[in-house]
């Protein structure tokens, strides 16, 4: 075999060498879940990480264990205990899953992913409330009826929404969450591109 014949082999055995490697790299990236998009979200994100976005995503967390937690875990038990006659099944599956969906919002938000949050959170705010409306204008109805009720009992709409309702204060939250995001990302933007446009230009022309 000649020189020559040597080296072509010697190539093409390094190019099936190189390209097995790039295969494998890329079954690796497949095998780990995680697309190079989220995690340099996520990066990016934890960028705009400040002392508002920490007392926010504090904040966050009392209307949830308020509503989402203690009251909506009353009206779930109560209601697949039967002891809320007039209430179907259905609307202790919207407050249970609504929770479920703010609590996966809340550590979204944790991960300083503020836009998957905010959606999160929207959604199982909108779920809550479906169940929530329910049980209070059912409470309502009641009262306006007016037959054999307590002092107790005439003020449980009231009690119930001060109960359900604060949950709508945890979407408002995440909202503004976002928009602090969304607000320190556009700046961070404009002053990355004010400091590239004002950059000093190389001269591409030689020094005799």
């Not at 009353?74 to 205990?81: D, E, N, Q, T, W």
């Not at 407050?95 to 836009?115: Q, R």
């Not at 309702?165 to 945890?170: A, Q, T």
Request: aromatic fraction near 8%.
């Amino acid at each position: 075999m000649s020189k020559t014949d040597k080296l072509r082999k010697e190539s093409l055995k390094q190019l099936e060498e190189k390209k097995a490697e790039v295969q494998e790299e890329k079954r690796r990236r497949q095998d780990a879940g995680e697309s190079r998009s989220a995690a340099r979200m996520r990066r990016d994100a934890k960028k705009f990480n400040s002392p508002l976005t920490l007392i926010i995503k504090i904040l966050m967390w009392v209307p949830f264990l308020w509503s989402g937690l203690y009251y909506g875990g009353i009206f779930v038990l109560g209601i697949s205990m039967d002891q809320m006659d007039d209430v179907p099944g259905r609307i202790a599956v919207f407050i249970a899953v609504g929770s479920l969906i703010c609590l996966a919002g809340l550590v979204l938000a944790m991960l300083s992913l503020y836009i998957p949050q905010f959606a999160a959170i929207l959604t199982g705010t909108v779920l809550f409330m479906q169940g929530a409306s329910y049980i209070v204008n059912k409470a309502e109805e009641r009262i306006a009826s007016g037959s054999g009720l307590t002092v107790e009992q005439q003020g449980l709409a009231d009690k119930w929404r001060f109960g359900l309702y604060p949950i709508m204060i945890l979407a408002a939250l995440s909202a503004a969450l976002m928009g602090v995001y969304l607000v320190r990302r556009h700046l961070r933007k404009r002053r990355l591109q004010k400091e590239k446009d004002n950059a000093p230009v190389k001269s591409i022309v030689a020094d005799d």
